[in-house]
Each structure stands twice: as C-alpha cells, then as structure tokens.
C-alpha cells in the first residue's frame, strides 16, 4: 500500500523511484513465498513482477532523477548568475498560483506552447471548487508572471474566479487575451472592465 501511495503520488522521481524499490522488496519476499510452497503461478507472477519493477527503479531512481538533478543545478545556477532565472517546463504543473495581493490561487496543471515561437500561449490552473471538484481556467501569459518556485496572475481573486472555466476536454487553441465579462462571482466580488 505504501508503494502504491509513493508511486500514484507522482512527487518527483525520488519518490516514484522507492516506491517501485518497496514494490520490488514485496516481489522478492512473494518469490521465496512460492518457492516454498510450491505455488509456481505466485512465483511466476511476481517473478515477472520484479521484472517490471526493476525496470521501475531504473527509469525513476536512474534516468528520470538524473533529468530532474540537472534541471535543478540549472535552477540554481541560473539564479546565482547574471543570466534570466531558469526553471524547468516541467516544472509548470503543480507550481502554486498566487494572484496580484500573494494569495492563493490553486496549482497550475499544464502550459501550452506554441509550436513555431516556443512561446507559452497559456497556462491552466486548478482551483478547488466545492471540495473535490477543481476548476480549470486558461490564464495567458501576458496575464503571468512565472517565478522559480511560484506562478504570480495579474489579477485579484474575484478577477481570477470571473474568468471563464474550462470543460475538462475543451480547452481553447489559442489564449482569450480579453477581460472577462462584469459579473458578481458570489462571493462579494463584482469585476470586468
């Protein structure tokens, strides 16, 4: 179970990584369990099994963790340099979200790059929304300010909350570079242009 949390987690490479080391550790007690025994289907399933999570621990604890150390030392560098502050793409998805006043926003989910100038076009954050449900809203990087460990939106909360949701499987080709519509929120908050 403690595998399982490590790996669906997806907290980094590290973390995936020894959870597929704790799911290799029960594959081996599994495997002398059905030598013992006898039972040649519960050491056939878990031989393949160890298979599997072996090659788990090789793309996680070695390729993957050695791509993330590399984006960090660039991080890092970047900031001790004279150069603009680096952070890595992947880095987008699950950074926190502030808006204009530092209050929290949600975490951003993904950005979507423009394939001919290599410019983000916009960024999605998830907001919560009665519990477990999020929001998603397409915020363009002109509304963005992107920082090494945060993600900072041009606007105050009752701004972000008025602009418009989007449909888990219809997000737009290009950002809305517009004010969102004068609408009360719900929440007190009466916005637009």
């Known amino acids: 179970m403690a595998a399982a949390m490590m790996t669906a987690a997806n907290l980094g490479a590290r973390v995936t990584g020894w ?62 340099s004279s150069v603009p502050t680096l952070f890595t793409a992947t880095g987008i998805a699950g950074m926190m979200t502030q808006d204009a006043q530092g209050e929290s926003l949600g975490k951003a989910v993904e950005a979507l790059i423009e394939c001919v100038s290599g410019r983000i076009s916009y960024v999605v954050i998830a907001s919560e929304h ?15 300010t992107l920082g090494p460990d945060r993600i900072r939106v041009g606007m105050d909360k009752c701004e972000f909350h008025a602009w418009p949701v989007l449909a888990s499987d219809a997000w737009p080709a290009a950002a809305a570079h517009r004010e969102p519509p004068a609408i009360s ?9």
């Open 19 to 80: 959870g597929f080391v704790v799911f290799a550790l029960g594959s081996v007690c599994w495997v002398v369990v059905g030598i013992n025994t006898g039972q040649t289907n519960l050491l056939a399933t878990n031989g393949f099994l160890l298979f599997v999570n072996m090659v788990g621990i090789w793309r996680w604890l070695g390729k993957q963790r050695a791509y993330e150390d590399g984006g960090r030392s660039a991080t890092i560098a970047s900031r001790r």
């Open 130 to 144: 009665h519990g477990l449900r999020e929001d998603l809203r397409a915020i363009p990087l002109d509304r963005i």
């Open 185 to 193: 929120t719900g929440t007190g908050c009466r916005t637009g242009a």
